[in-house]
């Protein structure tokens, strides 16, 4: 059936860098926008990017504005998530989720609307001297 794995997560120092994965398997995402989420330890989940199915959009929420980039490879059927000059604060687990409404990206960022078709299990970070 159709699943997204997320991969990538780990331990990096503040002003590390790491690159987030998002694997679907069972389906293409090519049709599917994709958001990723974080959630801080004892906070609630977060959308934080998302890119449209026609990557004709990319959204970023503030925090992570100009030190984040996502990006997809609809060969590879992966979406990544670039991390750069992390802080402590991007500590938590990361999801990533796709969806075919085009209101997905809009509502997930700014709406506080999570709704999806599809939710990876998550990979955790920790920004950490």
């Known amino acids: 059936q159709a699943q997204l794995v997320e991969s990538g997560g780990g331990l990096v120092q503040p002003g590390g860098s790491l690159r987030l994965s998002c694997a679907a398997s069972g389906f293409k995402m090519d049709y599917y926008n994709i958001g990723w989420f974080h959630q801080a330890p004892g906070k609630e989940r977060e959308g934080i990017s998302c890119i449209m199915s026609n990557n004709g959009g990319r959204y970023y929420k503030d925090p992570v504005k100009g030190r984040f980039t996502i990006s997809r490879d609809n060969a590879k059927n992966t979406v990544y998530l670039q991390m750069n000059t992390l802080k402590p604060e991007d500590t938590g687990v990361y999801y990533c989720?796709?969806?075919?409404?085009?209101?997905?990206?809009?509502?997930?960022?700014?709406?506080?609307?999570?709704?999806?078709?599809?939710w990876g299990q998550g990979t955790q970070v920790t920004v950490s001297s």
């Open positions: 989720a796709a969806d075919t409404d085009q209101v997905f990206c809009w509502d997930a960022l700014f709406n506080g609307r999570y709704e999806s078709d599809y």
